[in-house]
T-cell receptor, first 115, second 112 residues
Framework: DVKVTQSSRYLVKRTGEKVFLECVQD?????MFWYRQDPGLGLRLIYF???????EKGDIPEGYSVSREKKERFSLILESASTNQTSMYLC??????????????FGQGTRLTVV | GENVEQHPSTLSVQEGDSAVIKCTYS??????FPWYKQELGKGPQLIID?????GEKKDQRIAVTLNKTAKHFSLHITETQPEDSAVYFC???????????FGTGTRLQVFP
């Protein structure tokens, strides 16, 4: 069974802290994504990666960075957490296939609260 | 860039009735349109998808239609059941990327 695992279901952090959200997939997928989910706004893409050490900005990258040192692991970093980053964060992965998109598999999400 | 609008935001139906969720997209070059279902406490899961060279696709009680000219696509669920209750997201993928741009979601409630 395919799996995308996010390291925490719930996190509470203080304003100004550096926060790491970890995601691991066991499907040997090339693509990995970080989204945040907010009520009424759907899923918004923060960053994505097509390969190890490669990253591209999504629609809302401000205040975030990412790291992909190994193919199976994609980390989202909040350099200095702020209350407006309180949200549900979803990691996803998909297979890179020439000529067409493939199914994205999502983790269960990390609900981050910044106080 | 691509923008996806989704309606309605909430939908309540009686068990056995049909449910329809509609999405529009802005980038005419987008060529892949998946639908995801998110149950409480879980990540979204793909339920059906359609590519731009196809007008309709069915999988048992679920169907998706695509009108490329109007840049519309819709999810149709027939004979709804209580376990269909969830949040549904449409998405579009711009040409030659693996990015997915999501709609804002529809909360579907099916009453027994």
């Amino acid at each position: 069974d395919v799996k995308v695992t996010q390291s925490s279901r719930y996190l509470v952090k203080r304003t100004g802290e550096k926060v790491f959200l970890e995601c691991v997939q066991d499907m040997d997928h090339e693509n990995m994504f970080w989204y945040r989910q907010d009520p009424g706004l759907g899923l918004r893409l923060i960053y994505f990666s097509y390969d190890v050490k490669m990253k591209e900005k999504g629609d809302i990258p401000e205040g975030y960075s990412v790291s992909r040192e190994k193919k199976e692991r994609f980390s989202l970093i909040l350099e200095s957490a702020s209350t407006n980053q309180t949200s549900m964060y979803l990691c996803a992965s998909s297979l890179l296939r020439n000529g067409g998109n493939t199914e994205a598999f999502f983790g269960q999400g990390t609900r981050l609260t910044v106080v | 860039g691509e923008n996806v609008e989704q309606h309605p935001s909430t939908l309540s139906v009686q068990e056995g009735d049909s449910a329809v969720i509609k999405c529009t997209y802005s980038d005419s070059a987008s060529n892949y349109f998946p639908w995801y279902k998110q149950e409480l406490g879980k990540g979204p899961q793909l339920i059906i998808d359609i590519r731009s060279n196809v007008g309709e696709k069915k999988d048992q009680r679920i169907a998706v239609t695509l009108n490329k000219t109007a840049k519309h696509f819709s999810l149709h669920i027939t004979e709804t059941q209580p376990e269909d209750s969830a949040v549904y997201f449409c998405a579009a993928s711009p040409y030659n990327t693996d990015k997915l741009i999501f709609g804002t979601g529809t909360r579907l409630q099916v009453f027994p």
